[in-house]
């Protein structure tokens, strides 16, 4: 089975500090892709970065960057210089290279508040 | 470059009743997926639709329905509405069969059901 798991339902950082979000997941594939989403207030799921299962190098995107441990099967978010425009629901999701088909499968969140 | 975009915004029906939502994918892109997400829950898969055909399903029932035009958009339809059906449907779209592995996801239809 494909599952994620966020075990963080909620976070709270400063403004400006660094936080770390957690997700673990389960597959027997080992062809897949990894993602971080953002979910602010207006709902509008937003792509933060991608990881391809295949890469050693963590991904990196400004001021959010990837712990990838491939035989944990973690894959951990850092927000570095937390604004509060970051404030918003944070999912993390995998897809797999199945029979030409990406179907998502996603965690149940994490809240983040970024306090002023 | 037009994004993913969804209606109604918002949906009040009663319980029994038929309900049709509507996406039209970013431009470029040929396959949709809709997203069943329940308050405070990630995203569920329902289905997805490539090349006017329904391409693979998760654990939802032969209630939910869809439909996918020549010009890519979509329809999800939802018959014999129950109060559990409430929930943010979302359409997410992507390009070509492998899709990329990124989907770009529309603002979402907010369903209540009473």
């Known amino acids: 089975a494909q599952t994620v798991t966020q075990s963080q339902p909620e976070m709270s950082v400063q403004e400006a500090e660094t936080v770390t979000l957690s997700c673990t997941y389960d597959t027997s594939e080992n062809n897949y892709y990894l993602f971080w989403y953002k979910q602010p207030p207006s709902r509008q799921m937003i792509l933060v970065i991608r990881?391809?299962?295949?890469?050693?190098q963590n991904a990196t995107e400004n001021r959010f960057s990837v712990n990838f441990q491939k035989a944990a099967k973690s894959f951990s978010l850092k927000i570095s210089d937390s604004q509060l425009g970051d404030t918003a629901m944070y999912f993390c999701?995998?897809?797999?290279?199945?029979?030409?088909?990406?179907?998502?499968?996603f965690g149940s969140g994490t809240k983040l508040n970024v306090k002023p | 470059d037009a994004g993913v975009t969804q209606s109604p915004t918002h949906l009040i029906k009663t319980r029994g009743q038929q309900v049709t939502l509507r996406c039209s994918p970013k431009?470029?892109?040929?396959?949709v997926s809709w997203y069943q997400q329940a308050l405070g829950q990630g995203p569920q898969f329902i289905f997805q639709?490539?090349?006017?055909?329904?391409?693979q399903r998760g654990n939802f029932p032969d209630r939910f329905s869809g439909h996918q035009f020549p010009n890519y958009s979509s329809e999800l339809n939802v018959n014999a509405l129950l109060l559990g059906d409430s929930a943010l449907y979302l359409c997410?779209?992507?390009?070509?069969?492998?899709?990329?592995?990124?989907?770009?996801f529309g603002p979402g239809t907010r369903l209540t059901v009473t």
């Open positions: 639709y490539y090349e006017e055909e329904e391409r």
């Open positions: 997410a779209s992507s390009r070509g069969a492998l899709g990329g592995y990124e989907q770009y």
């Open positions: 431009s470029g892109h040929d396959t």
């Open positions: 990881q391809e299962a295949y890469k050693q």
């Open positions: 999701a995998f897809t797999t290279n199945l029979y030409n088909f990406n179907k998502f499968y």
